[in-house]
Nanobody, 123 residues
Framework: QVQLVESGGGSVQAGGSLRLSCAAS????????MGWFRQAPGKEREFVGH????????YYADSVKDRFTISRDKAKNTVYLQMNSVTPEDTAVYYC????????????????WGQGTQVTVSS
């Protein structure tokens, strides 16, 4: 099994920045890639971005492209989501997850999920 722990969420004003972390432990050698998703109240969980465990194959949702950056610290088994120029529409619970399937944008391709971290952006 793989355990994931997110951190770094909080409240920020529009236009500000926040960095989320996702620390993986356990059978990390079995991970193909890591994804970030978010879920706002009353909405479905949506794809934010993905990075392969090797550090390549980085993809973003159109809504966050050019504002968010995914990176990985191999030594720490940690993936980061740098969020810049945030807007109130970015308010959601953010989750990281390990990918096993081929469609990086689908929740069905992910098996282990973190507990989520709340991000609230005020205008």
């Amino acid at each position: 099994q793989v355990q994931l722990v997110e951190s770094g969420g909080g409240s920020v004003q529009a236009g500000g920045s926040l960095r989320l972390s996702c620390a993986a432990s356990g059978r990390t050698f079995s991970i193909y890639g890591m994804g970030w998703f978010r879920q706002a109240p009353g909405k479905e969980r949506e794809f934010v971005g993905h990075i392969s465990w090797s550090g390549g194959n980085i993809y973003y949702a159109d809504s966050v492209k050019d504002r968010f950056t995914i990176s990985r610290d191999k030594a720490k088994n940690t993936v980061y989501l740098q969020m810049n120029s945030v807007t109130p529409e970015d308010t959601a619970v953010y989750y990281c997850a390990t990918r096993r399937g081929t469609n990086v944008r689908s929740t069905d391709s992910y098996d282990y999920w973190g507990q989520g971290t709340q991000v609230t952006v005020s205008s």
